[in-house]
């Protein structure tokens, strides 16, 4: 054994690795042009820290489940890119990842702001670091508010007086806002928080934090917006082929004038429209509030092993890949707009970030509310609340019987944690 090792420091130090290399392995998931980013990223830090590094990559669908499988077998990746709403599932009390906060020596955490790192802690323990931090904000096509005489809303108010105007002046088929399916579900979280200080969950008694009262208020600002001709309805939009908006042939022309959706997802909105321009609005203030109810959160974050045998030369790698000249620059924005400060500042001042996405990432940053639970973005509590909506959306349930369903059926998935 002795002398395997010795051949294989010597075989590594011809290559250009040091007898203390690592052998590491790092597992995400993603499309083509986030694999050549990340192989390339891994390439070059290895090479730089004298790393032996195995890329483990796959498609979206199954990667859950393939991670569940290695955490609870402990043979996970030294490196992993996770879930932001798995970090609870898979570290509860924080345990299940190696703490960042540890290897403050070798990653240089200064470079994430306390929030984005507090989005990722668990127990007190940095489970991962945020690749981007985004948002849901409003995007409306200022083409079509110009061409109705009105100017783009700032507050909800604004928004709702819009529509009849807008359909008056270019036609009934127009709308200010297009908000269909499990969009409807976060924008009433806006709303809920706006109106009360509340996120959905709250992450100290583990239950639905507002009110039925609270969210049956929220549930019929959705009504009314469909009543006044804001947003189409819902089971318009289903009888018109349910068509994604940016595949949406009125979206493209301009008729439907505004999302509420990711900011890091301009390019998908943006590119399709032949008739306009899309900006970004940030988030719209209800009458009364004291906060612009964002819901923020971690795009995904890196996280380490507990596991790993090589916990500090992982460190040293994920720290090049996000905060080191080399990594920066292969890695780019695969992964949206990078939530490393040092990261951010290289790719702005190369010209690999278009100004209007810093835009709308800084509405983002720098707008106020609760904290978001990662249980709020749970695959059954998503899918309760965008069933729930839905039933009501089509006249199936009133708003009291959809608010004491949310209330009933998301605290039982509560209670397994």
Not at 43 to 70: D, N, R, Y
Not at 288 to 301: E, F, I, Q, T
């Amino acid at each position: 054994m002795k002398r395997s090792t010795t051949a294989l420091a010597t075989v590594l130090a011809l290559v250009g690795f040091g007898a203390n290399a690592a052998e590491l392995r790092m597992s995400w998931w993603g499309g083509d042009s986030r694999h050549l980013a990340t192989q390339e990223g891994l390439k070059v830090c290895g090479e730089k820290h004298g790393h032996v590094m195995k890329p483990e990559f796959t498609g979206w669908s199954g990667h859950l489940e393939k991670l569940s499988t290695q955490l609870a077998g402990g043979t996970e990746a030294d490196i992993m890119q996770v879930n932001w709403p798995w970090l609870p599932l898979f570290s509860a009390d924080g345990t299940g990842f190696a703490d960042l906060n540890t290897l403050g020596e070798i990653i240089d955490l200064a470079s994430w702001s306390d929030a984005a790192k507090a989005s990722s802690t668990l127990g007190g323990k940095l489970n991962g670091l945020p690749a981007s931090q985004t948002g849901l904000i409003y995007w409306f096509n200022k083409g079509t508010f110009d061409a109705a005489g009105l100017a783009v809303p700032t507050t909800l108010a604004e928004l709702v007086a819009s529509a009849a105007p807008m359909k008056e002046k270019l036609g009934d088929d127009h709308f200010p806002l297009y908000l269909v399916g499990e969009d409807v579900s976060k924008w009433m979280q806006n709303i809920v928080a706006q109106n009360t200080g509340k996120g959905l969950i709250d992450n100290e008694t583990m239950k639905v934090a507002p009110s039925a009262e609270e969210l049956v208020a929220a549930i019929e600002t959705y009504a009314m917006l469909v009543e006044q001709g804001v947003t189409p309805a819902w089971p318009d939009a289903a009888a018109a082929g349910n068509i994604k908006l940016h595949e949406n042939p009125n979206w493209a022309a301009g008729k439907i004038a505004g999302t509420y959706v990711w900011d890091s997802t301009y390019f998908k909105y943006s590119d399709p429209i032949t008739n306009g321009e899309l900006i970004p609005a940030g988030l719209l203030a209800v009458d009364g509030s004291d906060n612009d109810g964002v819901y923020r959160k971690a795009s995904m974050v890196f996280s380490i092993s507990a596991n790993s045998e090589n916990t500090e030369a992982a460190a040293t790698v994920l720290n090049c890949l996000l905060n080191e000249p080399e990594g920066i620059a292969a890695m780019a924005t695969a992964r949206g707009l990078p939530a490393s400060s040092v990261a951010h500042k290289q790719l702005a001042d190369n010209g690999k970030i278009v100004a209007v996405q810093t835009e709308a990432n800084n509405m983002v940053l720098d707008a106020s509310g609760p904290e978001v639970s990662a249980f709020a973005e749970h695959p059954e509590v998503r899918s309760i609340l965008k069933d729930t909506m839905e039933l009501f959306a089509y006249g199936e349930i009133t708003a009291e019987e959809a608010a004491g369903d949310i209330i009933m059926n998301v605290n039982e998935v509560l209670e397994k944690y």
